[in-house]
């Protein structure tokens, strides 16, 4: 059976991710901060014997080194990274750290480490890993927000770290060729999440459904493209 690691699983798209591909028969390595406050992770660890749970906060990037260290040896498939956040919301929640004129440079640079340079790092990490295995692919949760095409202004913080998250999977996808990897962005859609919010959408199971076909299908010849979860493919 092949196998996945997903980084963020413990709520959204993540915990989806992590069902779906449980359902598929794959075996599941599924990473959040904190295992012991994940209930539905859990449920879904006690129903699937081929799930593994490990705990990871991708901020920490010395955490990200043990992990790999502990999985020495293991191919992954699929890394997939899911982990990520949006920081303050200017509208619904009225935060405007993130706009023009009230940057908070700390949350700015928070969101980087986490949505830009924390996939960076897990692919220094797991190149052997992935490098080993059969289907040699190294996939991130990106955001339409982040083509620079289609810029609207506000919300720097999020916009910039999915922009600059493109970049690495693109320039990834030219480094990492000489060792059969692949590389992919993708664009969820808005879907109902907790960063989504009720207003959304798009529920959760035909998002990752879509995402999980493409990631299928890729190739060397597509490889750092920036896809929509339809597979069509996104602007940069």
């Known amino acids: ?7 963020g699983a413990n709520r959204g798209l993540g915990l989806e991710f992590v069902r779906q591909y449980c359902e598929a028969g794959w075996n599941v390595i599924a990473t ?10 859990a449920a879904l660890d006690q129903k699937y014997p ?10 920490d990037f010395g955490a990200i080194d043990r992990l790999a260290a502990d999985l020495k040896g293991r191919p992954i498939d699929v890394l997939l990274n899911n982990a990520g956040i949006f920081g303050p919301k200017p509208l619904g929640d009225n935060d405007p750290r993130q706009t023009f004129g009230h940057m908070d440079y700390g ?7 986490i949505n ?11 190149i052997d890993h992935i490098a080993a295995s059969k289907q040699k692919k190294f996939v991130a949760i990106s955001s339409i927000e982040g083509s620079i095409a289609r810029a609207k202004g506000r919300i720097y913080a999020y916009k910039t770290s999915k922009t600059a998250l493109n970049m690495v999977i693109k320039n990834l996808a030219m480094d990492l ?26 529920e959760a199971p035909p998002s990752i459904a879509g995402i999980r076909r493409v ?14 979860y339809t597979g069509e493919i996104n602007p940069y």
């Open 1 to 7: 059976m092949p196998t996945v690691l997903i980084t």
């Open 32 to 41: 959040c901060r904190d295992p012991k406050t994940a209930g539905d992770l």
């Open 50 to 59: 081929s799930l593994n749970v490990h705990a990871l906060d991708v901020a």
């Open 107 to 113: 949350i700015w640079a928070q969101v980087l480490r």
């Open 116 to 126: 830009t340079m924390a996939p960076m790092k897990m692919a220094e990490a797991f």
């Open 177 to 202: 060729a000489p060792r059969g990897v692949i590389t992919a962005a993708f664009c969820p859609g808005w879907v109902k999440t907790r960063m989504g919010g009720d207003t959304a959408p798009l």
């Open 215 to 228: 990631v299928d299908e890729l190739t060397p010849e597509n490889s750092g493209r920036f896809w929509l």
